[in-house]
């Protein structure tokens, strides 16, 4: 069965220093691979997304990814958190094209404290 | 430019009850799916549609359907509800350059 998974319910970091929120999948094939945002009572922001090409993704707000395709992960970063970035980070992974269904993990909260 | 618009946002209805879910998308958007988000889950998803038909869907059961309107406006309507259809329902839309842009969804309690 195709799955995304989020190992971590939380993750804690100082502002300033750099974060990384874990995302591994399993699917068959060749998977198109996303991370959105979800804040307080919202839907769901695009943050970046990978298809095919270089293995590092830059995206919105200063976050990126790294495909690494041996290891079957997708693990988000930043170089330096932001108080602001507290949120609820989901990856997602589509099989087919980009219109394909998402497939989420569960979600990693992140908290940056000041 | 307006988003994905869902209405209402927030909606309370009892057990066995029906309910119907709207969702505008964002504007040139051709494709609507929409997802069920669970309390401290991640979204599910229910179905897609596209030019009016039903081109996707998920593990859900019969009680949940769906329509696409000729302005590629969606609902989703949920028959008998059970308590356990209590979620944040989120409806998405397709082209993008990002994939899907999501609404703000609506909050569906079932007492």
């Known amino acids: 069965a195709q799955s995304v998974a989020q190992p971590e319910d939380q993750v804690n970091v100082a502002e300033g220093n750099p974060l990384t929120v874990k995302c591994t999948y399993s699917?068959?094939?060749?998977?198109?691979l996303f991370w959105y945002v979800q804040y307080p009572n919202r839907g769901l922001q695009f943050l970046l997304k990978y298809i095919t090409g270089d293995n590092l993704v830059k995206g919105s707000y200063g976050f990126e990814a790294e495909f690494n395709k041996s290891q079957t992960s997708f693990h988000l970063k930043k170089p330096s958190a932001l108080v602001s970035d507290s949120a609820l980070y989901f990856c997602?992974?589509?099989?087919?094209?980009?219109?394909?269904?998402?497939?989420f993990g569960t979600g990693t909260r992140l908290q940056v404290f000041p | 430019d307006a988003g994905v618009t869902q209405s209402p946002t927030h909606l309370i209805k009892t057990r066995g009850q029906q309910v119907t879910l709207r969702c505008s998308p964002k504007?040139?958007?051709?494709?609507v799916s929409w997802y069920q988000q669970a309390l401290g889950q991640g979204p599910q998803f229910i179905f897609q549609?596209?030019?009016?038909?039903?081109?996707q869907r998920g593990n859900f059961p019969d009680r949940f359907s769906g329509h696409q309107f000729p302005n590629y406006s969606s609902e989703l309507n949920v028959n008998a509800l059970l308590l356990g259809d209590s979620a944040l329902y989120l409806c998405?839309?397709?082209?993008?350059?990002?994939?899907?842009?999501f609404g703000s969804g609506t909050r569906l309690t079932v007492v």
């Open positions: 699917v068959s094939g060749n998977p198109y």
């Open positions: 998405a839309s397709f082209p993008g350059t990002g994939g899907y842009t």
């Open positions: 997602a992974v589509s099989l087919r094209d980009n219109t394909d269904k998402l497939i």
């Open positions: 504007s040139g958007h051709d494709t």
């Open positions: 549609y596209y030019e009016e038909e039903e081109r």
